[in-house]
Antibody
Framework: QVTLRESGPALVKPTQTLTLTCTFSGFSLSTSGMCVSWIRQPPGKALEWLAR???????YYSISLKTRLTISKDTSKNQVVLRMTNMDPVDTGTYYC?????????????WGQGTTVTVSS | EIVLTQSPGTLSLSPGERATLSCRAS???????LAWYQQKPGQAPRLLIYGASSRATGIPDRFSGSGSGTDFTLTISRLEPEDFAVYYC?????????FGPGTKVDIK
């Protein structure tokens, strides 16, 4: 059974750096073609894709947020970490991680339940 | 990046009716790598369709996807009460993924 779980602080202050961890089971990020994505959703708004990390450590970022994001993985721990710098109240929302197999290319087929982040002083 | 536009913004229908949702891309989606997701309040999105027309595991056959290039459609043949939700399209043909703004299907 494939599961993903997001964890991190529920509250961060403006200008701080947010660090989120996605812990997964049921698949390996060392398997060729396997990837993990991060997606966020402000309250009442649409989904926004943030970043993806691949089995071979290739990394891809949202164009609008590229300068603020860093994605990394620890294959031995089955974890993917997302860091977002210079947090602002507009970054408030629910952050999801999702399994993203690309060989074959299935889209984002299993999602975590999400973690809510509020940015406020 | 590829910009996705969804229409209509809201679709008001009754159970048993047919729903047709549209997703249009600003440029051709490579290999028709277009997915549809369903999201209910307080829940994570769920993959319905990948590759424009393939149903994900466990998705009922009343959900179908079609289209290619820049124009894609999600059809729900007969709406069940549990189908009232928000639907997002997403392209994954480029290395920079993008989502559409969503279509809300609500009860008329």
């Amino acid at each position: 059974q494939v599961t993903l779980r997001e964890s991190g602080p529920a509250l961060v202050k403006p200008t701080q750096t947010l660090t989120l961890t996605c812990t997964f089971s049921g698949f390996s990020l060392s398997t060729s073609g396997m990837c993990v994505s991060w997606i966020r959703q402000p309250p009442g708004k649409a989904l926004e894709w943030l970043a993806r990390i691949d089995w071979d450590d290739d990394k891809y970022y949202s164009i609008s947020l590229k300068t603020r994001l860093t994605i990394s993985k620890d294959t031995s721990k089955n974890q993917v970490v997302l860091r977002m710098t210079n947090m602002d109240p507009v970054d408030t929302g629910t952050y999801y991680c999702a399994r993203t197999p690309i060989l074959p290319n299935y889209g984002m087929d299993v999602w975590g339940q999400g973690t809510t982040v509020t940015v406020s002083s | 990046e590829i910009v996705l536009t969804q229409s209509p913004g809201t679709l008001s229908l009754s159970p048993g009716e047919r729903a047709t949702l549209s997703c249009r891309a600003s440029q051709s989606v490579t290999s028709n790598y277009l997915a549809w997701y369903q999201q209910k309040p307080g829940q994570a999105p769920r993959l319905l369709i990948y590759g424009a027309s393939s149903r994900a595991t466990g998705i009922p056959d009343r959900f179908s996807g079609s289209g290619s290039g820049t124009d894609f459609t999600l059809t729900i043949s007969r709406l069940e009460p549990e189908d009232f939700a928000v639907y997002y399209c997403q392209q994954y043909g480029s290395s920079i993924f993008t989502f559409g703004p969503g279509t809300k299907v609500d009860i008329k």
